[in-house]
């Protein structure tokens, strides 16, 4: 008998393969293994429990175990849990490759178990006395993320709740170190993320120091008109900056020219214009893990972009996004640890942490989940081309794919250009009004999201001036 080769629909090479090892695959494919881990974590929690003060004996009897009012207890949690177990399988299924979203992904199995092992043990970062193994492994992640960004060793950062307080943190240094408030101003691109308005009020700057960049005809930062406004800024008496450029645009993906913003940031420097440029990388940062790729599916731009990361002053990255890590963690670097050090404010029970003093972050208690979630994907699957790489690389393989089948579709259009994942597109009609365009987008997308019946596919929508 001849034997008969193993049919593959989506044919991989061994690289692709080692990768579904590290997710559960939409029809829980991973789930025998997934369960055995899950096993033996909750058993290793029991025993480095029962390991300690074994002699003080226990607080919960099995006596206590078999009363009514211990087991009537314990089949209310039961049943409200699965309560909310139900409630939860109705939520939309962000696993498939059906759901055409972009803010949130599957989580990867590593992630998962480092989650897990976090909620176990509870480390909070804000110390070393209250997570000593957490603020080692955060320093460990947040180095693999210097690493992949370009950053040397002397790089600094932390884990926050999310991109936005990273945001913050940048801004907040940046303010501190101007001499005087009222010569301090921020340069904002069109297109940034809403948090920076957010964070303009909660610095309580007033609308004459913030000056807003045009976008070109790309959706980039203008430098040119960069240029302008740092002039204006300049003769308007003001001195310290900070500047925001963007790596991944929360609607489009789009990537700002980073090498001409650097330039140019650098020629105002030389004539005592302090610009403090930190790069909004929340959505794009992971993409700098193929910027040294030998077959490098990005554009050449992006990657001269991804390079200029290293030469800024500071980045924000959130690992729930193309970090695959559970919600919610973002990520603040500075590449110095200079610049990340900010004005010393005192608590009477946090020390001291190897050279830097007291607290350094805006939010006190941190959890060390994300920092768990991203240091075991680091130690599985490195964070350059060979590694995380071959994730993002069929990712924009993905991205190309479905451009071909929608370019089929009459009618359809497509954003002229993808440096990301995201893919972005309209329906509408030769010299039509953008009400029309509107009011049938918003009728395809509820046809989509309200259907009665389980919908075919799961869209999301955005909203442009």
């Not at 209250?130 to 603020?135: F, K, T």
């Not at 300049?234 to 990537?255: M, N, Q, Y």
């Not at 970090?323 to 004005?343: I, N, S």
Request: aromatic share 10%; charged share 25%.
């Amino acid at each position: 008998m001849k034997k008969l080769a193993a049919k593959s629909d989506h044919p991989c090479d061994p690289q692709e393969v080692s990768i579904k090892s590290f997710f559960l695959g939409p029809q829980a494919e991973n789930i025998s293994h997934v369960s055995e881990i899950f096993s033996h974590m909750l058993h290793r929690w029991a025993r480095y429990r029962r390991s300690q003060f074994p002699n003080d004996g226990m607080a919960i009897s099995f006596t206590d175990q078999s009363s009514f009012e211990f087991q009537s207890r314990q089949d209310a949690t039961f049943r409200w849990l699965n309560e909310l177990l139900d409630e939860f399988e109705s939520e939309i299924p962000k696993f498939s490759p059906r759901y055409l979203g972009h803010m949130v992904s599957e989580i990867s199995l590593p992630a998962l178990y480092g989650s897990l092992l976090s909620l176990l043990h509870n480390p909070n970062n804000v110390s070393s006395e209250a997570s000593r193994i957490g603020l080692q492994v955060e320093n460990e992640a947040i180095q693999s993320l210097a690493k992949m960004l370009g950053y040397s060793k002397q790089s600094v950062g932390h884990f926050t709740s999310c991109g936005s307080i990273a945001n913050l943190e940048a801004a907040y240094r940046a303010k501190a170190r101007s001499k005087d408030p009222k010569s301090f101003c921020v340069l904002f691109p069109k297109h940034a993320h809403y948090s920076w308005a957010k964070i303009a009020d909660i610095l309580g700057l007033f609308q004459k120091q913030i000056f807003w960049i045009e976008t070109n005809d790309e959706g980039r930062m203008n430098v040119e008109d960069l240029k302008k406004k740092i002039e204006q800024a300049a003769s308007k008496s003001f001195s310290s900056f900070l500047l925001v450029s963007v790596f991944g645009t929360t609607e489009f993906g789009i990537c700002d020219p980073l090498a001409l913003i650097d330039q140019t940031v650098r020629q105002w420097k030389s004539k005592g214009i302090h610009i403090w440029h930190h790069v909004d990388a929340a959505y794009g940062g992971f993409y700098a893990c193929l910027k040294n790729a030998a077959e490098n599916p990005l554009a050449k731009k992006v990657q001269k972009s991804a390079k200029t990361l290293s030469k800024v002053d500071s980045i924000t990255i959130d690992p729930h996004k193309l970090g695959y890590v559970p919600y919610a963690v973002g990520g603040f670097l500075c590449r110095t640890q200079q610049l990340y050090q900010m004005k010393s404010i005192k608590a009477p029970y946090i020390h001291k942490t190897k050279d830097l003093s007291e607290p350094q972050t805006i939010e006190g208690s941190r959890s060390a989940q994300g920092a768990l979630s991203l240091a075991l994907t680091a130690k599985l699957l490195p964070f350059d081309e060979n590694g995380f790489g071959t994730i993002l690389r069929r990712n924009l393989k993905a991205r190309d794919l479905f451009i071909d089948r929608l370019k089929k579709i009459p009618g359809l259009h497509l954003l002229p250009s993808h440096d990301l994942n995201i893919l972005a597109f309209v329906v509408a009609k030769k010299a039509e009004s953008t009400a029309k365009i509107s009011k049938r987008s918003l009728r395809i997308f509820n046809e989509f999201s309200t259907s009665k019946q389980l919908p075919l596919y799961f869209l999301t929508k955005t909203d442009l001036d």
